[in-house]
């Protein structure tokens, strides 16, 4: 398990007993993004939907921002804070459980800056009403990719993600993208505590986990827009450590 009993979080904030839907987001150095998506989900009009960020001490000022935003939404935002920069995917570990502990029937995850629409999730939540997970989906019939981006960059992600899905033999079409929506029977089938990658491989280990758990996984197309404030986190050295990651839980769950 990626996250160690050491780890600690600061919890700001509280779910009211309504909410049943939350959205775990991960923040690090967000704070030109984080009010935006906040704006965009409750504009949503769903009175049961509530935001949870987990921040990793952001030193751009995102946990601050918040702590603002839980305080003049009260019951509908909670913010995690936790000691460092510790990875995305205990990060959403972090999140799945406290949603989960909070009672939430529907659990989605995306990222703050605003490359999966909020416009999609009204639909990905009607979706479970037929499925335990909702994959959202770039490259599948109706997804797409930013028109803006080179087609190199189009190519490479494609090619990085046919290469996953060959090595872990995985049926959905984006294996690696973090746009997903679960009810919580999924979360739990999949046993959070046996997730192991921290990093980018995680959104992979997860797709592959529900696979094996048996799940029932539908996919939703939807177009990925680049971040227009902001800085990737994604580099060269993440996506190598990710392959090498990936191909041994091939050879383990073999």
């Not at 690090?28 to 049961?48: C, M, P, R, T």
């Not at 490259?139 to 797409?144: C, F, M, Q, T």
């Not at 033999?169 to 929506?181: E, S």
Request: aromatic share 8%.
């Amino acid at each position: 398990m990626p996250q160690t009993p050491a780890q600690e979080i600061r919890v700001v904030g509280r779910f009211e007993d309504d909410i049943s839907i939350a959205v775990v987001i991960p923040t690090y150095n967000e704070a030109e993004n984080i009010g935006n998506i906040v704006q965009q989900l409750f504009d949503l009009k769903i009175d049961s939907l509530g935001v949870l960020f987990v921040d990793d001490s952001s030193p751009d000022g995102t946990g601050e921002i918040a702590d603002g935003l839980a305080n003049q939404h009260l019951g509908r935002i909670v913010v995690a804070h936790r000691s460092g920069k510790l990875g995305l995917g205990t990060a959403y570990i972090a999140g799945f459980k406290m949603a989960l502990d909070a009672g939430a029937a529907h659990i989605v995850q995306m990222d703050c800056d605003l490359s999966h629409p909020p416009s999609e999730v009204p639909q990905m939540i009607t979706s479970l009403q037929h499925a335990d997970v909702v994959v959202g989906t770039r490259y599948s019939d109706g997804g797409a990719v930013d028109p803006h981006w080179k087609m190199s960059r189009v190519l490479l992600s494609k090619w990085a993600n046919y290469g996953i899905r060959a090595i872990l033999g995985l049926k959905i079409h984006d294996a690696t993208g973090g746009f997903k929506a679960f009810n919580r029977n999924a979360l739990e089938a999949i046993d959070l505590n046996r997730l192991t990658i921290t990093g980018f491989g995680f959104q992979v280990e997860v797709a592959h986990r529900t696979q094996r758990c048996g799940l029932e996984i539908i996919e939703h197309p939807y177009m990925f827009v680049e971040r227009t404030a902001g800085k990737s986190k994604m580099s060269i050295q993440i996506a190598v450590e990710a392959f090498w990651r990936l191909t041994l839980l091939r050879i383990k769950a073999n």
